[in-house]
């Protein structure tokens, strides 16, 4: 099944239980806001950990309404992020958020060796973007994590991603593999990397998706382009995944998408034993709150 | 398409094929009277090149008609190498052959970087067709003498190498197994890494005019029963044309081992030179020589 408009990614949840959320360092007017909207629509049901009067305090200058929410007190921030990971870890909790901590603070937590949330895969971040142009949601990774991934790494990328779009009704993914040509080239360890993976994927040692590499953008989405090139690819076109070659790239993508093509997004960290929203303050009201309908989404056990 | 090594023979001598074979140190009987056939046969002319005296000598123990040849006198091997290599070059002959000089004065005068054949930066390779009674066609394989350890760019080479010598049979789409030890790609296995790469080129165009699959064993690449059984999908289908090997080590125990033990028969050449070099180990049979001639005015044939 293939999903159009982010707003489908609800319908997902539709019966299903609400997924426990827990925000690390609450106290932060950003993810409050979007965390109690998915709230009150019944996705999920919130925890927040962190310094209960400056929660109650931002919840009172907003007109937020706490009735019902749990908080732990906890105004040490790194403690925060230790009480909320030991949550996920304990089953108390299904989905970890980042507050009014630094990105790096929490991903310490969620690799910590004793009581982290390490799966044994990669962590990475997977980006899926509703852009009017498209037939369908495209997802896009690795633009804010991985920074210059090997190939093991964009083995261990891919099969993130396709777990999560798996999870998502997206069967059988099709994976374009980004470089700046569709030749391979030995000049550039991307065309390399794209040519591997393929092979890989065509003798089963990457599984549950289609994979195609290295294709330029634009053969990557349109049909038209790649049979211009006289590509025969069951990808071209049609990609549901975009394999970024590193973060510089992968980066850049993700902020025209939304900056020039005011494309729709929702994102989450993978490969922890729990999806992880890691939102940033420059991130619009709405692609929190479709971050935390995402691993909402993905979180479903049943 | 040329199914056999003698049906390769035949389609070279009834074809109006003529070319010209200058052989360095030719006092060898297995080569005169190799070449005695071509001439006879009425596909190649020969520049013997060596001992006079030596040259008569093994024609006459061969029964050839000296008469047959064009005789250039000359003091040694090395001389006689370089004088096969000088008139190929300056295009008094179209093919350069190796007679009883040692492979390493001859190779050194066909490398020569300002008299020689090799063009610059050009990837020198072997192939070899080779004919074994167990297999329902001719097989082309590569590399059995020249590259040690291919890298990425010396593979490309060798596949196009053995892909022209395919086309030159009216084989026009040939099957192309890049060979490993199984079909699983893998950092332990360096060659895998480099075959995915290939695969994704031929795919693309890079290398065309063939359907390139691997790496996959020997059994899958030939064998269709374990194409099935192994359950790959691979379109090699159990029936290539062509072998690449990962390695000089792998494939060159793999062609005396059919020479030895299969019954095979073979014609190879030198390739990535400007003209054909025919090089030969000296045990050699003269039926092998004779092939090896052929092909070499068949490959000519279709370079100029």
């Given at each position: 099944?293939?999903?159009?408009?982010l707003?489908e990614?609800?319908?997902?949840?539709?019966?299903k239980?609400?997924?426990?959320?827990?925000?690390?360092?609450?106290?932060d007017h950003?993810?409050?806001?979007?965390?109690?909207?998915?709230?009150?629509?019944?996705?999920?049901?919130p925890?927040?950990?962190?310094?209960?009067?400056?929660i109650?305090?931002?919840?009172?200058?907003?007109?937020?309404?706490?009735?019902?929410v749990r908080?732990?007190?906890?105004?040490?921030?790194?403690m925060?992020?230790?009480?909320?990971?030991?949550?996920?870890?304990?089953?108390?909790?299904?989905i970890?958020?980042?507050g009014?901590?630094?990105t790096s603070n929490?991903?310490?937590g969620?690799?910590?060796k004793?009581w982290?949330?390490?799966?044994?895969s990669?962590l990475?971040?997977?980006a899926?973007?509703?852009?009017?142009?498209?037939h369908?949601?495209?997802?896009?990774t690795?633009?804010?994590?991985?920074?210059?991934?090997?190939?093991?790494?964009k083995?261990?990328?891919?099969n993130?991603?396709?777990?999560?779009l798996?999870?998502l009704?997206?069967?059988?993914?099709?994976?374009?593999?980004l470089?700046a040509?569709e030749?391979?080239?030995e000049n550039?360890?991307?065309?390399?990397?794209?040519a591997l993976?393929?092979?890989?994927?065509q003798r089963?040692?990457?599984?549950n998706?289609?994979?195609?590499?290295?294709?330029?953008?634009?053969?990557a989405?349109?049909l038209?382009?790649?049979?211009?090139?006289?590509?025969?690819?069951?990808?071209?076109?049609?990609?549901d995944?975009?394999?970024m070659?590193?973060i510089?790239?992968?980066n850049?993508?993700y902020?025209?998408?939304?900056?020039?093509a005011?494309?729709?997004?929702?994102?989450?960290i993978?490969?922890?034993?729990?999806?992880?929203?890691?939102?940033?303050?420059?991130d619009?009201?709405q692609?929190?709150?479709?971050?935390?309908?995402?691993?909402?989404?993905?979180s479903r056990?049943d | 398409?040329i199914?056999?090594?003698?049906?390769?023979?035949?389609?070279?001598r009834?074809?109006?094929?003529k070319?010209?074979i200058?052989?360095a140190?030719a006092?060898d009987?297995?080569?005169?009277?190799?070449l005695?056939?071509?001439?006879?046969?009425?596909?190649?002319?020969?520049?013997?090149i060596?001992r006079?005296?030596?040259?008569?000598a093994?024609?006459?123990?061969?029964?050839?008609?000296?008469?047959?040849?064009?005789?250039v006198?000359?003091?040694?091997e090395?001389?006689?190498?370089e004088l096969?290599?000088?008139?190929?070059?300056n295009?008094?002959?179209?093919?350069?052959?190796?007679?009883?000089?040692?492979?390493?004065?001859?190779?050194?005068?066909?490398?020569d970087?300002?008299?020689?054949?090799?063009p610059?930066?050009?990837?020198m390779?072997y192939?070899?067709?080779?004919?074994?009674?167990?297999?329902?066609?001719?097989?082309?394989?590569?590399?059995?003498?020249?590259?040690?350890?291919p890298?990425?760019?010396?593979?490309?080479a060798?596949?196009?190498?053995?892909?022209?010598?395919?086309h030159?049979?009216?084989?026009?789409?040939p099957?192309i197994?890049?060979?490993?030890?199984?079909?699983?790609v893998?950092?332990?296995?360096?060659n895998?890494?480099?075959?995915?790469v290939?695969?994704?080129?031929?795919?693309?165009?890079?290398?065309?005019?063939?359907i390139?699959d691997?790496?996959?064993?020997l059994?899958?690449?030939?064998?269709?029963?374990?194409?099935?059984?192994?359950?790959?999908?691979?379109p090699?289908?159990?029936?290539?044309?062509?072998?690449?090997?990962?390695?000089?080590?792998s494939?060159?125990?793999?062609?005396?081992?059919?020479?030895?033990?299969?019954?095979?028969?073979?014609?190879?050449?030198i390739?990535?030179?400007?003209?054909?070099?025919?090089?030969?180990s000296?045990s050699?049979?003269?039926?092998?020589k004779?092939?090896c001639?052929?092909?070499?005015?068949?490959?000519?044939?279709?370079?100029?």
């Amino acid at each position: 099944m293939a999903l159009k408009h982010l707003s489908e990614l609800k319908q997902l949840l539709v019966d299903k239980p609400a997924r426990r959320l827990v925000l690390a360092a609450a106290q932060d007017h950003n993810s409050l806001a979007s965390v109690l909207m998915a709230a009150k629509d019944g996705f999920i049901e919130p925890v927040l950990v962190g310094d209960k009067e400056a929660i109650h305090n931002i919840a009172a200058e907003n007109s937020f309404d706490l009735t019902g929410v749990r908080v732990v007190h906890e105004p040490d921030s790194e403690m925060a992020i230790e009480i909320a990971v030991r949550m996920v870890r304990s089953n108390q909790a299904d989905i970890l958020m980042k507050g009014k901590v630094g990105t790096s603070n929490l991903l310490k937590g969620v690799l910590n060796k004793e009581w982290g949330l390490r799966s044994g895969s990669l962590l990475s971040h997977f980006a899926i973007f509703e852009v009017a142009a498209y037939h369908k949601l495209i997802a896009v990774t690795d633009v804010a994590m991985n920074i210059a991934p090997n190939l093991q790494d964009k083995i261990a990328i891919v099969n993130n991603s396709v777990a999560c779009l798996n999870k998502l009704g997206v069967d059988m993914p099709k994976v374009a593999v980004l470089g700046a040509v569709e030749m391979v080239s030995e000049n550039m360890q991307a065309t390399l990397d794209a040519a591997l993976l393929s092979k890989m994927n065509q003798r089963d040692q990457i599984r549950n998706c289609l994979i195609d590499g290295p294709l330029a953008f634009d053969n990557a989405i349109s049909l038209e382009s790649a049979r211009h090139k006289g590509i025969r690819s069951d990808v071209a076109g049609d990609t549901d995944l975009l394999l970024m070659p590193d973060i510089e790239v992968g980066n850049v993508l993700y902020k025209s998408l939304v900056f020039f093509a005011h494309a729709g997004v929702a994102a989450v960290i993978l490969g922890a034993t729990a999806p992880i929203v890691l939102t940033s303050r420059s991130d619009s009201d709405q692609a929190k709150y479709d971050s935390i309908v995402l691993a909402a989404a993905i979180s479903r056990k049943d | 398409m040329i199914t056999s090594l003698r049906q390769m023979a035949d389609t070279v001598r009834s074809s109006g094929i003529k070319k010209k074979i200058a052989v360095a140190w030719a006092q060898d009987p297995n080569t005169v009277g190799s070449l005695h056939r071509a001439v006879s046969e009425g596909f190649a002319e020969a520049i013997m090149i060596g001992r006079r005296e030596q040259i008569l000598a093994a024609c006459q123990e061969t029964g050839a008609d000296p008469q047959r040849f064009t005789l250039v006198e000359s003091p040694d091997e090395k001389s006689a190498a370089e004088l096969a290599v000088s008139v190929t070059r300056n295009g008094e002959a179209d093919i350069v052959m190796k007679g009883l000089v040692g492979t390493d004065k001859f190779l050194r005068a066909v490398m020569d970087r300002e008299k020689g054949l090799l063009p610059p930066k050009a990837v020198m390779s072997y192939v070899c067709a080779v004919e074994i009674p167990a297999y329902h066609k001719l097989l082309f394989i590569t590399d059995t003498a020249v590259i040690p350890f291919p890298d990425l760019d010396q593979k490309v080479a060798m596949a196009r190498y053995a892909l022209e010598m395919a086309h030159s049979f009216g084989i026009e789409k040939p099957r192309i197994a890049l060979i490993g030890a199984s079909e699983k790609v893998s950092d332990h296995f360096p060659n895998t890494i480099d075959y995915s790469v290939m695969c994704k080129m031929a795919e693309r165009g890079q290398i065309p005019d063939c359907i390139m699959d691997g790496p996959v064993d020997l059994f899958l690449a030939c064998d269709p029963d374990s194409v099935r059984i192994k359950g790959v999908d691979t379109p090699l289908a159990g029936d290539a044309d062509i072998l690449l090997f990962p390695s000089l080590e792998s494939c060159n125990p793999f062609y005396k081992g059919l020479m030895l033990f299969g019954g095979g028969e073979l014609a190879g050449m030198i390739c990535g030179t400007s003209k054909p070099v025919v090089l030969m180990s000296r045990s050699e049979s003269e039926l092998s020589k004779y092939y090896c001639v052929a092909l070499a005015c068949l490959m000519a044939s279709h370079k100029s």
